[in-house]
């Protein structure tokens, strides 16, 4: 199991990719605060952008290789999401 639990990991290329919610993550384009529970919501949100930015330097750190896309980059155009996916597993595959 790999830090932050990236959606895709490649140890052989020291590639990790991490595709996050709008609501989990607080995107700024469709993140919504709730209504209800405001103070609770806004420490968890708060928390869960804390740990994606540790999440980060933990892999810079160690000079792996990160990509974070939004959920939304997949529900808008999928196939563009997918190529991001492809180039930097390419970029990155030849980098080792």
Not at 3 to 18: L, T
Not at 24 to 31: I, L, V
């Amino acid at each position: 199991k790999l830090f932050g639990r990236p959606d895709i990991a490649i140890k052989k290329y020291k590639i990790v990719i991490f595709i996050d919610s709008c609501f989990w993550h607080y995107c700024p384009k469709h993140g919504k605060m709730p209504k209800s529970n405001i103070e609770y919501w806004e420490r968890k949100l708060a928390r869960n952008k804390a740990r994606d930015i540790e999440v980060n330097k933990y892999y810079e750190e160690i000079d792996w290789n990160i990509l974070r896309l939004w959920e939304h980059e997949f529900k808008e155009d999928f196939e563009n999401a997918i190529q991001k996916i492809v180039k930097f597993i390419k970029k990155n595959k030849t980098a080792v």
